[in-house]
């Protein structure tokens, strides 16, 4: 007879998860040291809300009480479109050329949740996709789906690292995977040697401060620190960098989710185009993305410094 735990890994990969590991649901002791440790240095940055309640990023209990078990699934999200290198266009991160993730993740987990509450009537759990306060990266590796990289994300053999995490915390014991991934980044330094702003201050930690993908999606400053201008290397939202260097990525493959397909102006957006933008046709534009984060004063900065250094 196939035990749930199997049933539910089957399902998931049949509702379009690329990746699937069921660990047990408890405290994270040494990731949420190194989480603490972080903070203390300043590296989140302008990031406040990660400094409120780190207790509740490590226990999955705090956010669930009834929490088990924790399934943590990965979604390739790779397209094979490239950037436009062109000083009147703005590059634009991968994981946000299609639509929202957040939204993508969050319906495919409701229909693996209502499956398992089918088959087991007393099942109940809390659905989480990166704004819950869960630590997404720790859990996918105890889950053995990848392993930490230098740049901080997560890869895997099978897809390298653009895939995007989620969990559904549950009130259910079930069978836990026994092996994690080793890591497999070895003497390369890669990433942190192309990242043009330094960012990358140790391998594995990053201070958000110098980081081109924080400065241009969550810094809210009407301008952008001018270390950061001057090495935008054409980017509007986001960076990619690190991952585009990382020999693992040799392994990506395209997504089989037709929504992360880029929409029209979404590789490389036309700088006089976003600056054009009113409050209206911004919202029209970028309803259900994942760029609508920035918001339209910090594209339309992004965008501005783009302009500004490429008439240098």
Known sequence: MESLSHKIKQKAIEIGFDKIGIVRAESLIEEGGKLDEWLEKGFHAS??????????????????????????????????????????????????WGDDYHDVLKEKLRELLSFIKSIDAAADGKICVDTAPMMDKAWAIRAGLGWLGKHSNVITKEFGSWIFIGEIILNVELEYETETIADACGTCTKCLDACPTSAIV??????????????????????????????????????????????????????????????????????????????????AKFRRSAMKRTKLGGLQRNAKALKINGKK
């Open 47 to 96: 990031m406040k809300w990660l400094e409120r309640e780190p207790e509740k990023r490590k226990n999955p209990a705090m956010i669930f009480p009834d929490a088990k078990s924790v399934v943590v699934v990965a979604l390739n999200y790779f397209t094979p479109h490239k950037h436009e290198e062109s000083s009147a266009k703005g590059k634009v991160s991968r994981y946000a």
């Open 202 to 283: 140790a391998p594995y930690v990053v201070d958000s401060k110098a980081c081109i993908s924080y400065a241009t999606i969550e810094l809210r400053d009407s301008e952008l620190p001018g270390e950061i201008t001057e090495n935008l290397n054409g980017w509007l939202y986001g960076c990619d960098i690190c991952q585009d260097v990382c020999p693992w990525n040799r392994f990506e493959k395209p997504t089989t989710e037709t929504r992360f397909e880029p929409r029209p102006d979404n590789v490389s957006s036309d700088l006089t185009a976003i600056l054009a933008l009113s409050p209206e046709t911004y919202a």
